[in-house]
């Protein structure tokens, strides 16, 4: 019985051995002719592959998934389960938050995105002021505090919306009722073009502050640190700085702007301008306290640095407000010239 069985045996181990090893689908005869014909199910490794080319596909859509969360989630994926579709639902939680792609804003001041009831911690309500006609018609839009605060007696201008006279100003604020302070953002347009854009802190220039020709060509930008040009020289009186003694303005890097000094009481002892390091126009002492008015003296310097004119002291008053000098000779005030403070 065995002597029948065994050329048996042998044909079934010739057909074995002549196999193709590349190929996996079929059991192939020495004619090459396939005796076991490729089934229509997928095997694990075809659907591994499918997967892992589905994924690839994902990738290059950024809409679907960050590429961050693409990079390690298609490890866990391709490793998955066979028989599952691939969706973005079995990729494992990375803890990012799948969105599309949003266009930058294209100003990071802009006021119609400032939505916020406060700035730097305290409550503002949002202003539209317009005046004007035609091509010359002028809009401003910014914010005010919603309750009124003291602002700086170190600053010089207190920028409040007088609305009687539905404008902003900077004059002395004679009734507080009346004024109320800027605080936040602020845009004047004119047109409808851009002209001049910040940030007020209690009345004061605060941050960035930028101005634009027409074309919205870039005009001017200064930084200002509540009122001051932000790399101005401040000395104080006592070591905690809240009393100051003096304000050196520094203005691209050379001493330029207003000048201001202080009694340790926080009252004004002498302002003026700067040009360069030289003191220019018509600068202001005070007395410390006074009954009829506190000003004391008024010195005329030249126009700018290069005015050669040597200081004139043009009037003076004792602290009970009578004028004890006058400058017989003095000139008349240049045309432009600011007369006051």
């Not at 065995?2 to 020495?30: E, H, K, M, W």
């Not at 969105?99 to 802009?110: G, L, Y």
């Not at 503002?124 to 317009?130: A, Q, W």
């Not at 109320?180 to 047109?191: C, E, M, S, T």
Request: contains cysteine; proline residues 4%; hydrophobic residues 30%.
């Amino acid at each position: 019985m065995n002597r029948y069985l065994l050329p048996v045996f042998c044909l079934f181990g010739t057909v074995a051995l002549a196999q193709s090893p590349g190929d996996s689908s079929a059991v192939f005869t020495t004619n090459n002719k396939p005796v076991i014909e490729k089934s229509g199910r997928k095997t694990v490794i075809d659907e591994i592959k499918d997967k892992a080319t589905k994924i690839r596909e994902t990738i290059k859509d950024p809409e679907k998934l960050k590429d961050a969360a693409l990079s390690r989630a298609s490890v866990g994926a391709s490793a998955s389960a066979a028989g599952q579709e691939f969706n973005t639902d079995a990729l494992p939680d990375l803890g990012l938050k799948i969105q599309p792609q949003k266009k930058k804003r294209k100003k990071a001041d802009n006021t119609n995105n400032f939505f916020k009831s406060e700035y730097e911690g305290i409550g503002v309500t949002r202003v539209v002021n317009r005046f004007g006609a035609g091509d010359r018609a002028t809009s401003e839009e910014f914010f005010v505090l919603k309750e009124y605060q003291q602002p700086s007696p170190y600053a010089k201008d207190i920028a409040w919306y007088d609305y009687r006279a539905s404008r902003v100003t900077n004059v002395l604020i004679k009734d507080k009722a009346y004024a109320q302070i800027l605080h936040g953002p602020y845009r004047r347009f004119v047109g409808d073009a851009l002209m001049e854009e910040g940030y007020y802190y209690v009345g004061t220039k605060h941050a960035r502050w930028t101005s634009y020709f027409p074309d919205f060509t870039l005009k001017d930008k200064v930084r200002f640190d509540k009122g001051f040009p932000e790399d101005s020289r401040v000395s104080y009186y006592d070591e905690a700085k809240t009393k100051v003694k003096e304000i050196v303005p520094k203005l691209y890097g050379k001493c330029s702007g207003d000048y201001r000094a202080f009694y340790e009481g926080g009252q004004l002892l002498l302002e003026g301008k700067m040009d360069d390091s030289v003191r220019v126009g018509k600068w202001r002492e005070y007395h410390q306290f006074g009954t009829g008015g506190r000003t004391k003296k008024e010195i005329q310097y030249g126009r700018d640095k290069w005015d050669p004119a040597q200081p004139v002291v043009l009037r003076e008053w004792d602290n009970r407000g009578k004028m004890i000098f006058e400058n017989k000779d003095k000139k008349k005030p240049v045309e432009g010239e600011e007369e006051s403070f």
